[in-house]
């Protein structure tokens, strides 16, 4: 598993904006997809947007027209601009890498991970 450290989440008031980042750590040659789940307590975790490497952003429908993912490739960076916010955003964020391709161990040895979640609470 690769190591995806993540930052960015907060309390904020509905209508209000949080950018979410996530980084994967080490020798890292490529990242086919990145992407963005989360969970509210009860409820199953849910793909919220993903993007595949050179291609375009997918999203929920909940959050269509008000999140943006995108990527940095050369950082090996996902980011999540949240803006519109609503209570009903408010979950645990958990960004995903798929397809890692690791220097040192071969383009047959693709690798994935999970980023450890960061708390969304939007709330007057």
């Known amino acids: 598993q690769v190591q995806l450290v993540e930052s960015g989440g907060g309390v904020v008031q509905p209508g209000g904006s949080l950018r979410l980042s996530c980084a994967a750590a080490?020798?890292?040659?490529?990242?086919?997809?990145m992407c963005w789940h989360r969970q509210a307590p009860g409820k199953e975790r849910e793909l919220v947007a993903d993007?595949?490497?050179?291609?375009?952003?997918n999203y929920a429908d909940s959050v269509k027209g008000r999140f943006t993912i995108s990527r940095d490739t050369a950082k090996n960076t996902v980011y999540l601009q949240m803006n519109s916010l609503k209570p009903e955003d408010t979950a645990v964020y958990y960004c995903?890498?798929?397809?890692?391709?690791?220097?040192?161990?071969?383009?047959?040895?693709?690798?994935?991970?999970w980023g450890q979640g960061t708390q969304v609470t939007v709330s007057s």
């Open positions: 995903k890498a798929d397809g890692v391709l690791v220097r040192g161990e071969g383009w047959d040895r693709p690798r994935g991970g």
């Open positions: 080490g020798n890292i040659y490529s990242i086919a997809v």
């Open positions: 993007m595949i490497r050179g291609g375009s952003p």
